[in-house]
């Protein structure tokens, strides 16, 4: 089984969500495919 759960909301705020799951136990954090598959990384990458 393979639960789902997304990240809604503005950049900073996906990107503590997903932070909030890989520090709950998430290996795989999935991107979408729509959209610039680049500044998603961007966004959601821990800030410098």
Do not use: H, I, K
Not at 3 to 28: F, I, K, M
């Amino acid at each position: 089984m393979c639960p789902t759960e997304a990240a809604l909301g503005r950049v900073e705020s996906c990107r503590e969500q997903v932070r909030s799951y890989v520090d709950n136990g998430l290996t795989t954090p999935v991107l979408p495919t729509g959209g610039d598959v680049f500044e998603q990384v961007r966004g959601l990458a821990p800030p410098r």
